[in-house]
């Protein structure tokens, strides 16, 4: 008998959830508009407070997109983009014709340094370019310094495009992350903390841009009996089924980020006595992460051990793990981009792996990972 898979993060279903989608069955509103839509929307709002306004649609991808078009993003700008992130944050600037300015991480949130950003815009100036917008992410959850990116983001007028996909219901300061950019998105991936299966949203500071954002989502239909268009439209509204799945997510979504901080916890417990092992954390608290993924950096120096012989070992016993974000600078299909900053994401990228974080992992499944995880390293202190 083979074990079942202990996967990094899966969708974990609240209960409510398929009421909200016979409902949109019952009344025939199986389309990409309809109550759920409105309903989800409604509750993402009074989850993320800010005076914000959110859009629902198909993808956390198709909220990038479409920010960087309202950010007034085109043909031959450039973006500056946090280097260490998955490829949707970066892809979108390539969709409307822009390049990527890649930009290291800092060591103690992972996220986009300050002090290579500042760098980075002010030789990109020199150059005679000054780039259009920041894209600034918040890595498994862990919040960007949000006040410090706003400073730069002011002193130089650049706009920040705020990639909270990982980090719904994270918080820096105490506000909620998806509220920190000028324009902000989450995701609602099947693997994300919260799922409807595929959808993201567009997180907005006013109603007419939501309108618009909404409007150029929906094919950018003018006002007209027949089909007109003044501008190019796009097909990225969630579908109310869908919504349907996010509304009985939201009921819940409290009770599973404190399900991930409790795995968090766990490895923090597992790990204390190990040295050379570090676990992903808060700098200090004026961060409160979701922690959506738990993860670790390993020193080969101290334990003689690799990210690699962790990861093969939890593979052999049907578990999945990670190697952290490769950065975005050292890939190839962004090739040849500018990158500013030293070598923080790519020595994160070496040593880091995420553990399972999923909010629906029981005491068996710990069980589980403690085992492969207590193998590992007792061959490591015991040579
Ligand atoms: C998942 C993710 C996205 C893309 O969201 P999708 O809904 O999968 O399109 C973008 N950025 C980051 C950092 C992500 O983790």
Not at 31 to 44: K, Q, S, Y
Not at 271 to 293: A, C, M, Q, R, T
Not at 352 to 370: A, M, Q, T
Request: proline share 4%.
């Amino acid at each position: 008998m083979s074990l079942d898979k202990i996967w990094l993060s899966s969708p974990h279903m609240g209960g409510n959830e398929q009421k909200y989608v016979n409902e949109a069955f019952d009344t025939n509103w199986v389309a990409p508009l309809g109550p759920n839509v409105n309903g989800f929307e409604g509750d993402l709002e009074t989850y993320l407070l800010s005076n914000s306004h959110v859009g629902v649609l198909s993808s956390g991808t198709s909220a990038l997109h479409l920010g960087l078009i309202l950010l007034g993003v085109g043909y031959g700008d450039e973006v500056i983009c946090q280097s260490m992130t998955f490829s949707a944050s970066a892809n979108p600037i390539k969709y409307v014709g822009a390049n990527p300015v890649f930009v290291d991480s800092e060591p103690d949130t992972w996220n986009i340094c300050p002090d290579s950003l500042e760098e980075a815009i002010k030789d990109r100036i020199k150059r005679g370019k000054k780039p259009k917008a920041i894209i600034a992410v918040h890595l498994y959850g862990m919040p960007y310094k949000a006040d410090r990116i706003k400073q730069i983001s002011d002193l130089y007028d650049i706009p920040v495009l705020e990639d909270s996909a990982e980090a719904l219901g994270s918080t820096f300061k105490g506000q909620k992350c998806g509220t920190f950019g000028d324009i902000g998105i989450l995701s609602f991936n099947g693997n994300k903390i919260i799922t409807t299966s595929g959808g993201g949203a567009i997180v907005l500071k006013n109603k007419e841009l939501k309108d618009k954002a909404v409007f150029l989502s929906t094919q950018a239909r003018d006002a007209a009996p027949h089909y007109q268009h003044s501008e190019v439209g796009y097909n990225y509204r969630m579908s109310n089924v869908c919504a349907g799945i996010g509304r009985g997510q939201m009921e819940v979504l409290d009770e599973h980020i404190s399900l991930r901080r409790r795995m968090n916890h766990f490895y923090n417990t597992l790990f204390e006595n190990i040295k050379g092992v570090n676990v992903f954390k808060e700098p200090n608290g004026d961060f409160y992460s979701n922690h959506w993924l738990s993860a670790i950096t390993v020193d080969f120096t101290t334990t003689g051990k690799t990210r690699e012989d962790l990861r093969l070992a939890f593979e052999e016993k049907n578990i999945e793990s990670r190697p952290l974000w490769k950065p975005m600078h050292m890939q190839p299909v962004f090739k040849g981009c500018s990158y500013y900053g030293g070598n923080v994401s790519e020595s994160l990228f070496e040593s880091g792996l995420c553990l399972p974080s999923g909010s629906n992992l029981e005491d068996v499944d710990r069980e589980r990972i403690f085992e492969v995880i207590n193998t590992v390293f007792d061959l490591a202190i015991s040579t």
